[in-house]
Nanobody
């Protein structure tokens, strides 16, 4: 059974940084077609924030370009989202998603940016 477990969320002041982690199990990490981070703010639709394909291609939402970085560690079967220069509008629940024939989702981790 495939499991994705996010961690690293929390509260931070504007301008601060957080690093989210998504640990995978039950699936060969190098067989995953792509992994992505999504977020959902209250009253808004879930949106994709960052994408990382199995070939290393990355893509980002315009709102986070230059501030967020997605990366992976094959040895730890983990994908990361480094978030810098955080803004209040980055406040949301962040979800990890893996795609291999079908989609797999984590349970989400809350990120709150507030002074």
């Amino acid at each position: 059974q495939v499991h994705l477990v996010e961690s690293g969320g929390g509260s931070v002041q504007p301008g601060g940084s957080l690093r989210l982690s998504c640990a995978t199990s039950g699936i060969a990490f190098n067989s995953i077609d792509d992994m992505a981070w999504y977020r959902q703010a209250p009253g808004k639709q879930r949106e994709m924030v960052a994408l990382l394909t199995n070939r290393g291609f990355t893509d980002y939402a315009d709102s986070v370009k230059g501030r967020f970085t997605i990366s992976r560690d094959f040895a730890k079967n983990t994908v990361y989202l480094q978030m810098n220069s955080l803004k209040s509008e980055d406040t949301a629940v962040y979800y990890c998603r893996a795609r291999r024939n079908e989609l797999y989702w984590g349970q989400g981790t809350q990120v709150t940016v507030s002074s």
